[in-house]
């Protein structure tokens, strides 16, 4: 399911582009190019249509993308919690020094024993 929104949020991400480099700033945009008089959809009709069409979707894209984030695959990572959240706890403190196993009296040397080698 996540597949097909972000595939449906790419086409209307394109289609967007289109749509609004179709227009101009003034309110001509495809209409100007279209100046016969056997024209089907007049001026105004044509600037509402790309109007509309601009709108719709990006509130088409507005609800892909929230349910796009619903849909986003977690899987066993998103149950025991984040790999990376595992990983930053897991790191030592640098600033803590480190304990080292303190001597026991077999493994001390005594200055009598290194004498005596």
Known sequence: M??????LIFIICVLLVLI?????????????????????MGVRKTADFLEK???????????LSIMGSAFIPRGEAG??????????????DPTQIPAFPAPTAEE?????????E
């Open 108 to 116: 001390t040397p005594t200055a009598t024993q290194d004498s005596a």
């Open 79 to 92: 149950i025991r919690g984040s790999i990376l959240q595992e990983q930053i706890q897991n790191v030592p």
């Open 53 to 63: 069409a601009t709108w719709t979707l990006a509130g088409a894209l507005l609800v």
């Open 20 to 40: 609004v480099l179709v227009q101009n700033s003034k309110g001509g945009g495809l209409a100007s190019n279209f100046q016969a008089s056997t024209q089907v």
């Open 2 to 7: 996540y597949t097909l929104i972000t595939v």
